[in-house]
């Protein structure tokens, strides 16, 4: 059964980084696209940001662009999300998702077909 587990979340100040960490199990990612989604409590899940299946290409949301940086380990089968400069509203319970063969980044969560189970960050004033 395809997993993807998350790790690296945790309670910061404003202004402090994190790295996320996403680890997957039952699934080669070295040909998909993989993404970071986050939703915060009583809203919506928003996409945050993309890579493609090389690493080649990135996306990202607005609110996050020069401070956020995802990357990807194929040899590790892992995917990352450097968080810096972070602010009270990244605060939110972050999703890793892993898309399709060959997928370019992608803001539609109807692209990715596996789903993690989410690790929460929150980001005191």
């Known amino acids: 059964q395809v997993q993807l587990v998350e790790s690296g979340g945790g309670l910061v100040q404003a202004g402090d980084s994190l790295r996320l960490s996403c680890v997957a199990s039952?699934?080669?990612?070295?040909?998909?696209?993989m993404g970071w989604f986050r939703q915060a409590s009583g809203k919506e899940r928003e996409f945050v940001a993309g890579?493609?299946?090389?690493?080649?290409?990135?996306y990202y949301t607005d609110s996050v662009k020069g401070r956020f940086t995802i990357s990807r380990d194929n040899a590790k089968n892992t995917v990352y999300l450097e968080m810096n400069s972070l602010k009270p509203e990244d605060t939110a319970v972050y999703y890793c998702?892993?898309?399709?063969?060959?997928?370019?980044?992608?803001?539609?969560?109807?692209?990715?077909?596996?789903w993690g189970q989410g690790t929460q960050v929150t980001v005191s004033s």
């Open positions: 890579i493609s299946w090389s690493g080649g290409g990135t």
């Open positions: 998702a892993a898309g399709r063969a060959f997928q370019r980044p992608s803001p539609q969560p109807s692209d990715y077909v596996y």
């Open positions: 039952e699934l080669s990612i070295s040909i998909i696209g």
